[in-house]
C-alpha cells in the first residue's frame, strides 16, 4: 500500500494511533483549525519538563495526549479534561515552556465540519457519551482560554480578554423581549412595489384600497410582513449558533448548548411568515388588514418540490393544452390512454386568456395618487366589469387555478407506477384568500375593523359555530378574507383523512356548450374543504389572552397547506401579558433557585417531550391549581424597601438599574422562564414553521439545555435566543412607537384636603412630639432628630408622619400619658435650662395640644383599634351600643343616633342582616355583645403575642435600642394592634380571596371565548346572581346610613369611586401597605370588588391578578404599593389613578402612571394626588413644582433643605369647621327595590349582560345564503346585516 500515512504513523492531533490516524496528516493542518486561545499549566516543582522531537506548523511542539498526562500539572483537574479534549480530538494544543513550572499551552479548536474527515468529527456521527463529556470539559476550560496576544506568543501578563465571554447576561425574557429591534425592512431599488411604497411615507398609499392613514411605524411593520412573505429577505445564518471570534480574528460559529464549533455556518431561508407582537393597542388588526390589501389579488403558489415541477393549472388546460407541462401530467394519469388527437389542437385566443386569467392574475396595486397610475387602475376596473358583463364569465370562474401535490418519497425516488394511496397526487386549490383564525369574541371586531379600515370593502365569509363550511373550491375562489372562531377551526380536526384526497381520476365531466372549459359537478371528497385549499395566508390572533395555542388548534393548523403564516399576538409568552413583573424578586434573582424552581425543574425532560405533542395551554390551566399549591408553600422574598416617595426617601432604589457589581450572580432561569420558552419555540416551530425547530430534540440539545443549565444560562445563550426572536418577530420598541402615537388626555390634580378633627388631634400631638424633642435635645445633641447619627430614625418618623395623614393610630407611637409628663418637665425646667423665649412659646403650644387630645374620651377610645373608624347615623342605640368599639360616644343628630363604628363592625353586621333579615334587635345586641367579647379575646391575645414578640426583640438588640433618642415616635412598622385591621389586611393574601379572583379570570376568559349568539350569557355564572332579599326593607339596620370616616382621604377616594366606578376602573398607589389594607376594608364597606397586587402573595398569583383585572368587568379598583408601579405592568383598563399621598421622585411617579396611560389606553387619563393642606405633604408639591420647573436635579427628600426644614420646625393644625371636603352618606344595606305591588315578581328582571361591555351583536351568517345562488361580486358587495 502506498498510502501516504502509513498504519504505524500517529495521529497528529492526539499523538496516538486512533481511528484518524490513516488520515493525511494535512488534514488536521493548523490553518484548518480554530485558534482559540492560550492557556497557562503550572506544573509541580518535581515535574520534568516535556521533552519533544516534533514541531508544529506554529513553531511550538505539539501537545499530545500521551505527553499531557505524562505532565504533573499543578492543579489536577486539568489534566483529564485536557487530555479527553485532545483524545477525541475537539482540541488541538501546542505548548511552550515559559519557565521551568510555567508551560503556555496554545488552544486550537477542531470544528466539526473539519473538511477531509469523512463527516465523521460531525455532530451525529460521535457518539452520545462522547459530546456528553467533550461538552462539559469545553464549558469548564473555554471560558478560561485567554486571548491576550502576549501570552500567544509565550508571554506572561493576567488576561483580561477570553474566548467565551462568560460574563452574565441576566436578562429575562420579557427584558429580552422588550430590547428586540424594531423592525428596518429594506426597500428595494429595483422595481417599485408595495414594500417601496409603504417605506416612502410622502406616498399616501393610493389604490391600497385603504380608509384609515397608517402610521409610520405601523407601514414599517407592514413593510417587513411583505419582506418575508416576499422571499426576498436574504438567507441568515443559522440563528442556533452565535459567532466568536479567533486569535486571527475571523469569525468561527458557536452552539451554545451543543458546544459545537463550526468554521462555515450553512445558511437558512427565513420564514415566509412570522409573530406579529406589536405592543396592546398598536394597531396589529390594521396592519394585517393592509398586508392583506396590498396582496389581495395574489395567488397562492404551489409548495415547493425538489422532486417534481408543480405548474399552476386550470381544468380548461389540464384537459386541452398541448404543451408539456399539461400534456406530462396527463399522460401521468393516464399512461396507457395516449389522449386523443381530436382533443389536443392548439389552444384558441380565448382559452388562452381564460387559463392566464385564472392562473396568472394582474396582480400590481396601481398608484390612483398618479395619472398613469389612476388610469391603470380605471382599466383594470373597467376589464373586470366588461368580463363579469360576458357570458362567458361562468366560464372563467369554473376555471379555477389549483395545482396537483404529490407527497415527496421519503426514499426520495418517486413511485412512478398509478397506485392507491400517498403516491397518487392531490388537488389543491391555489386561491388569493387569507384565513383568519380568530377568538371568537373578536370575530365581530375583525368584521368592524374591515369595515372601518377598507374603502374598497373586501369579501369576507364568517363561519360561525354550527354553520357548513363551502367547498373548498367556492372557499378558494370567492372570498378574501375568510374569519373563523376557534372553536369552529378547530372542529374541522374531525374530517382530516387527506388519503381521500389523493386519487388518480382525473374530472371528466362534460364542458360548458360552446366551451371547452368542463362544467364540474364531480362530489367533492368528504375531508375538510379547509385542506382542499392552498391556503396564501393563515393568521392566528391570540386575542387578549395569551397560550390560546390550544392543543386542538396546533395538530390541525399543521394539516393545512400554507404559503405564510402569522401569529397575531400582544404577547407572545405567558409572561409577557403583564411584562416584567416578578422578575426583580423571583426565586432565582438571588442565585439560588427557590424550592419550586428546583423541585419542578427535575423531570423537565420528560415534560418537554409531552408539551411537543400537547402544546401549553393545557398548562395554564394546570397552573392554576398545581402552581398555586406549590408556591403557596413559598413565600415570596418581601422586595426590599424601596424609596420612591414621601414614606421612604431614599432615591437609590433598588428597581434602578443593576450596578456592574450585581452581575456577577447569574440569573438562574426557572421553570416559568421554561414555559415562555417552551411556547415560544413551539409556535415557532408548529405554526410559523421553522424548519430548524421542527425537531424537539434539536430545541432540547441546542436552545432548552443551554438556557436552563443550573448554573444559569450558558455563554452565548441569551444572544442565541434573542437571534432567534428576531428572526422571527415584529415588533416596535415601545419607545418608537410612542414616538408617533398621540396618547389619549392625561390629567393630574393635586387634591388638598384637610384633616378631620380627630386624625387633628394626632396630627398635633405627633408634631408636638417633635417639638419636645427639638427643645429637650436643645437641637444639637445626639438625642435630636436631626443629629445625623438618627437618619434611619428621621426616615422612620417621616413615614409615620405620612401614614398618619391618611390615618394612623397606635399608642407607642406616641404614648399621650407620658408625652404630657414630658412636656410639663419641659415646661417647669424651662428657668433651668436657659430655652430660648420661641421655644418657650412652643412648649406651651405643644402642651395645649396635648392636652386637647388626651382630655378628650372619643380621641382616647379610638386609640384601641387601628381601623378607621366611620359616622354611622339612624342606627339603633342598643345595637349601636354592642356592635361599636366605642359605645360611649354616641350623639343624637335630628333625631337619629349617630356615632362612630369600625369598619370590619358593620360589615359583619350586614351580613348577619342579610343572612337573617327579620332578626330582632335583641338577638342582634346579643351577638353584638358576644362579637365583642370575642373581638376582645382575640385583641389580648394578640396584643400579648406582640408584646412577647416584642420583649424578645427587645432583649435581642438592647444595646442597640438604648441608643435611640428619646421621645423619637418610633414605632415598628409591622405590627398592627387591632385584630379587624388586622385580618382585613391580610385579605389579598387570603386563599378565599385568591380562588374568588380565579374563579372569576376563568368566568371572563370563557366570557371571552364566549361564540356569539350560540352561547347563552346566562349559562356563565354571574358573580353578583344572588338578589338581596325584599325582607331587608323590614329589617332592624333598613335606615342606617355609613358616613364619613375619620380619613378624609379615605372619604374621598370611595367617593371617587362610588362616583366613577361603574364607568372606569381605578388604579390607586400607596406606598404603605396599610394604607392599602384601609381602602381595601372601605371597599368592602361599600361592596366594590377590588383586586390588590401584594407581596404577600406568590409571583404567579401576581400575575393572574392582572389578568383578572384587564379582562374581567367585575373588579373596579386595582390596589398597588407604589414599589411595584415601575414594573412594566400594562394596566391600561384604569382610566384613573389615585396616589394615596405625594410622590417625590418624578420618575417614580410617571412610571405608575404609565401603567394606564401607555399605548392601547382609549380614554383620557386622570390622575390624582392626594395631600394634607398645611402640612409637609404640601410643601413637597410645592418644592417639587419649584425644582423640576428649575430643571435642577431633585435631591433626596430629605436632603432637600426646605422640606427638611419644615419638618424640623413642626407647626399645628387648627381644625377649620368650614372644610368642604367630601363626605359620605350611603346606606349600610342595600336594598332591593320596595316591593309595591305584593303580586308583582321582580325577581325574572335580572339583566346579567346590562352593564356588560362584552355585549356585542349578535349576527349568524348563513353561508347557504351567500354561497348559493348569487356569489357576492368581486369586491364590492358585503353581506346584508
Ligand atoms: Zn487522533
Ligand atoms: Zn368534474
Known amino acids: 500500500m502506498s498510502s501516504p500515512s502509513s498504519p504505524k504513523s500517529l495521529c497528529s492531533v492526539c499523538g496516538t494511533l486512533c481511528s484518524f490516524s490513516h488520515l493525511p496528516s494535512n488534514v488536521f493542518s493548523i490553518a484548518k483549525l480554530i485558534p482559540a486561545g492560550s492557556l497557562e499549566l503550572n506544573l509541580k516543582s518535581d515535574s520534568v519538563p516535556p521533552s519533544f522531537s516534533k514541531i508544529a506548523e506554529d513553531g511550538w511542539p505539539p501537545m499530545h495526549a500521551p505527553t499531557l498526562e505524562s505532565l504533573d500539572i499543578l492543579l489536577e483537574e486539568f489534566t483529564r479534561p485536557l487530555s479527553f479534549l485532545i483524545r477525541h480530538h475537539f482540541i488541538f494544543t501546542t505548548y511552550y515552556l515559559h519557565s521551568a513550572h510555567v508551560l503556555k499551552l496554545r488552544v486550537y479548536i477542531v470544528p466539526y465540519d473539519l473538511p477531509g474527515c469523512q463527516g465523521r468529527l460531525s455532530y451525529r456521527a460521535r457518539s452520545r457519551e462522547v459530546l456528553n463529556a467533550g461538552q462539559t470539559y469545553m464549558l469548564m476550560l473555554l471560558p478560561l482560554v485567554s486571548q491576550e496576544p502576549e501570552n500567544w506568543h509565550g508571554g506572561q501578563v493576567t488576561p483580561s480578554a477570553f474566548f467565551l465571554d462568560s460574563s452574565m447576561d441576566r436578562r429575562t425574557l420579557p427584558e429580552i423581549y422588550g430590547a428586540l429591534p424594531s423592525p428596518s425592512p429594506q426597500s428595494f431599488t429595483t422595481d417599485s412595489d408595495s414594500i417601496n411604497r409603504l417605506l416612502d411615507y410622502r406616498d399616501d398609499l393610493g389604490g391600497f384600497g385603504l380608509h384609515s392613514t397608517l402610521l409610520f411605524y405601523q407601514r414599517r411593520s407592514v413593510a417587513m410582513m411583505l419582506q418575508k412573505e416576499s422571499g426576498r429577505s436574504p438567507d441568515v445564518p443559522n440563528p442556533l449558533y452565535v459567532p466568536l471570534t479567533d486569535m486571527n480574528g475571523k469569525i468561527c460559529h458557536y452552539q451554545p448548548g451543543t458546544t459545537e464549533f463550526l468554521k462555515e455556518l450553512y445558511m437558512v431561508t427565513p420564514t415566509q411568515g412570522g409573530v406579529l407582537c406589536e405592543e396592546l393597542g398598536t394597531g396589529k388588526t390594521i396592519m394585517i388588514l393592509t398586508l392583506i390589501l396590498s396582496t389581495i389579488k395574489q395567488l397562492s403558489s404551489p409548495e415547493n418540490s425538489f422532486i417534481d415541477s408543480r405548474p399552476v393549472l386550470t381544468p380548461l388546460a389540464l384537459r386541452h393544452f398541448p404543451s408539456g407541462d399539461f400534456a406530462s401530467i396527463r399522460e401521468k394519469f393516464s399512461p396507457r390512454k395516449r389522449a386523443s388527437q381530436s382533443q389536443i389542437r392548439v389552444p384558441s385566443f380565448r382559452d388562452i386568456l381564460l387559463h392566464l386569467l385564472s392562473s396568472n392574475p394582474d396582480i400590481s396595486i396601481p398608484n390612483t395618487t398618479t395619472e398613469s397610475g389612476l388610469r391603470k387602475y380605471q382599466r383594470q376596473e373597467h376589464f373586470l366589469e366588461l368580463l363579469e358583463s360576458l357570458p362567458y364569465d361562468l366560464w372563467r370562474k369554473s376555471n379555477f387555478p389549483f395545482y396537483l401535490h404529490q407527497d415527496d418519497d421519503p426514499t426520495g425516488h418517486r413511485i412512478s407506477s398509478r397506485g392507491q394511496g400517498y403516491s397518487a397526487p392531490r388537488l389543491l386549490y391555489l386561491t388569493s384568500a387569507t384565513l383568519i383564525v380568530a ?255 421542527a425537531d424537539q430534540q434539536i430545541v432540547k440539545s441546542h436552545i432548552l439545555d443551554a438556557l436552563f443549565d443550573n448554573k444559569g444560562p450558558r455563554p452565548g445563550a441569551i444572544q442565541m435566543l434573542t437571534h432567534l426572536m428576531e428572526s422571527v418577530m415584529i415588533r416596535h420598541r415601545i419607545d418608537d412607537v410612542e414616538e408617533e402615537v398621540v396618547l389619549p388626555r392625561l390629567d393630574h390634580e393635586h387634591i388638598y384636603l384637610s384633616l378631620s378633627p380627630l386624625a387633628a388631634m394626632s396630627y398635633n400631638a405627633f408634631q408636638a412630639s417633635i417639638a419636645i424633642n427639638a427643645i429637650d435635645s436643645e437641637r444639637q445633641d445626639e438625642d435630636y432628630m436631626f443629629h445625623p447619627r438618627n437618619s434611619d430614625a428621621l426616615q422612620t418618623t417621616v413615614k409615620n408622619m405620612s401614614q398618619l395623614l391618611f390615618w394612623s393610630v397606635d399608642d407607642r407611637l406616641y404614648n399621650i400619658d407620658e408625652l404630657k409628663k414630658t412636656n410639663l418637665e419641659v415646661l417647669q425646667d424651662v428657668n433651668k435650662r436657659n430655652i430660648p423665649q420661641a421655644d418657650i412659646e412652643l412648649a406651651k403650644e405643644s402642651y395645649m395640644h396635648i392636652y386637647i387630645a388626651a382630655e378628650s374620651p372619643l380621641w382616647r377610645s379610638i386609640q384601641s383599634s387601628e381601623d378607621i373608624p366611620y359616622l354611622v347615623h339612624g342606627i339603633n342605640p342598643m345595637i349601636f351600643k354592642s356592635w361599636s368599639r366605642l359605645p360611649d360616644n354616641t350623639w343624637v343628630k335630628g333625631g337619629l343616633t349617630t356615632g362612630y363604628v369600625h369598619p370590619d363592625r358593620l360589615i359583619r353586621l350586614r351580613q348577619l342582616i342579610i343572612r337573617n333579615p327579620l332578626i330582632s334587635v335583641t338577638k342582634v345586641t346579643y351577638l353584638g355583645e358576644m362579637a365583642s367579647a370575642k373581638d376582645l379575646e382575640h385583641r389580648k391575645a394578640y396584643q400579648e403575642m406582640v408584646r412577647r414578640k416584642e420583649g424578645k426583640e427587645r432583649k435581642d438588640r438592647k444595646s442597640e435600642r438604648s441608643k435611640l433618642p428619646k421621645h423619637i415616635p418610633v414605632k415598628q412598622q409591622d405590627t398592627h394592634n387591632s385584630t379587624g385591621l388586622f385580618n382585613s389586611s391580610k385579605t389579598a393574601a387570603s386563599s378565599d380571596t385568591i380562588k374568588e379572583m380565579q374563579q372569576e379570570l376563568q368566568a371572563s376568559l370563557a366570557r371571552l371565548e364566549m361564540e356569539e349568539g350560540v352561547l347563552d350569557p346566562s349559562a356563565i355564572p354571574s358573580p353578583n346572581a344572588t338578589q338581596p332579599s325584599a325582607l331587608l326593607h323590614s329589617s332592624v339596620i333598613a335606615g342606617v346610613r355609613v358616613g364619613s370616616s375619620a380619613s378624609t382621604k379615605l372619604n374621598y377616594i370611595i367617593n371617587d369611586v362610588l362616583k366613577y366606578s361603574e364607568q372606569e376602573k381605578f388604579l390607586i398607589f400607596s406606598d404603605s401597605e396599610l394604607t392599602l389594607a384601609h381602602i381595601a376594608e372601605a371597599l368592602q364597606l361599600v361592596e366594590v370588588k377590588f383586586l390588590r397586587f401584594s407581596t404577600q402573595v406568590p409571583t404567579r398569583i401576581r400575575e393572574q391578578t392582572v389578568l383578572t383585572f384587564e379582562t374581567s368587568d367585575v373588579y373596579r379598583v386595582f390596589l398597588m404599593e407604589l414599589k411595584h408601579g415601575a414594573r412594566g405592568l400594562n394596566l391600561v383598563s384604569a382610566s384613573r389613578v389615585i396616589f394615596c399621598e405625594p410622590v417625590w421622585q418624578i420618575d417614580v411617579e410617571s412610571q405608575a402612571i404609565k401603567r394606564a396611560h401607555r399605548i392601547g389606553q382609549t380614554r383620557p387619563v386622570k390622575v390624582k394626588t392626594l395631600a394634607i393642606s398645611n402640612t409637609a405633604e404640601e410643601k413637597m408639591l410645592e418644592r417639587r413644582q419649584i425644582l423640576k420647573q428649575g430643571g435642577s436635579k431633585i435631591p433626596k427628600l430629605l436632603e432637600e433643605t426646605e422640606i427638611r426644614h419644615f419638618i424640623a420646625n413642626p407647626r399645628f393644625i387648627l381644625v377649620n369647621p368650614d372644610a368642604k371636603d367630601p363626605g359620605l352618606d350611603i346606606p349600610l344595606l342595600r336594598l332591593p327595590p320596595a316591593p309595591q305591588l305584593p303580586a308583582s315578581t321582580t325577581n325574572n328582571s335580572i339583566d346579567v349582560t346590562c352593564s356588560s361591555p362584552l355585549k356585542r351583536r349578535v349576527r349568524v351568517m348563513d353561508p347557504q345564503e351567500s354561497s348559493g345562488g348569487s356569489p357576492p361580486k368581486k369586491r364590492t358587495v358585503r353581506f346584508a346585516e
Not at 448 to 453: G, M, N, Q, V, Y
Not at 623 to 638: I, N
Not at 649 to 676: F, Q, Y
Open 439 to 693: 377568538p371568537a369574541n373578536l370575530i365581530s371586531q375583525w368584521d368592524r375593523e374591515i369595515l372601518k379600515h377598507c374603502e374598497v370593502v373586501p369579501r369576507v365569509l364568517i363561519i360561525r359555530s354550527g354553520t357548513r363550511l363551502p367547498s373548498a373550491k367556492d372557499l378558494a375562489t370567492l372570498y378574501d378574507i375568510i374569519l373563523m372562531p376557534y372553536n369552529r377551526f378547530s372542529d374541522e380536526d374531525k374530517r382530516t383523512d387527506v388519503k381521500k384526497l389523493h386519487s388518480w381520476k382525473l374530472c371528466v365531466c362534460p364542458e360548458f356548450p360552446d366551451s371547452r372549459v368542463p362544467k364540474c359537478t364531480c362530489r367533492p371528497p368528504d375531508v375538510s374543504s379547509l385542506l382542499q385549499v392552498r391556503w396564501k395566508r393563515l393568521v392566528i390572533d391570540e386575542g387578549h389572552v395569551s397560550a390560546s395555542l390550544s392543543t386542538r388548534l396546533t395538530p390541525f393548523s399543521k394539516l393545512l397547506s400554507v404559503q405564510h403564516r402569522w401569529i397575531v399576538t400582544g404577547t407572545p409568552t405567558t409572561n409577557l401579558l403583564g411584562l416584567s413583573f416578578g422578575n426583580k424578586s423571583s426565586g432565582g434573582e438571588s442565585g439560588v433557585p427557590s424550592h419550586a424552581d428546583l423541585d419542578l425543574n427535575v423531570g423537565g425532560d420528560t415534560d418537554v417531550e409531552m408539551d411537543a405533542e400537547v402544546g401549553i395551554v393545557e398548562r395554564m390551566d394546570v397552573d392554576f391549581e398545581v402552581e398555586q399549591r406549590v408556591e403557596e408553600s413559598v413565600p415570596e422574598p418581601l422586595a426590599t424597601e424601596s424609596s420612591s416617595s414621601f414614606l421612604t426617601a431614599d432615591p437609590d432604589s433598588p428597581s434602578s438599574s443593576p450596578t456592574p457589581l450585581d452581575v456577577e450572580t447569574p440569573r438562574i432561569w426557572n421553570r416559568l422562564d421554561r414555559l415562555d420558552v417552551e411556547k415560544l419555540t413551539s409556535m415557532v416551530a408548529h405554526f410559523v414553521g421553522m424548519k430548524l425547530l
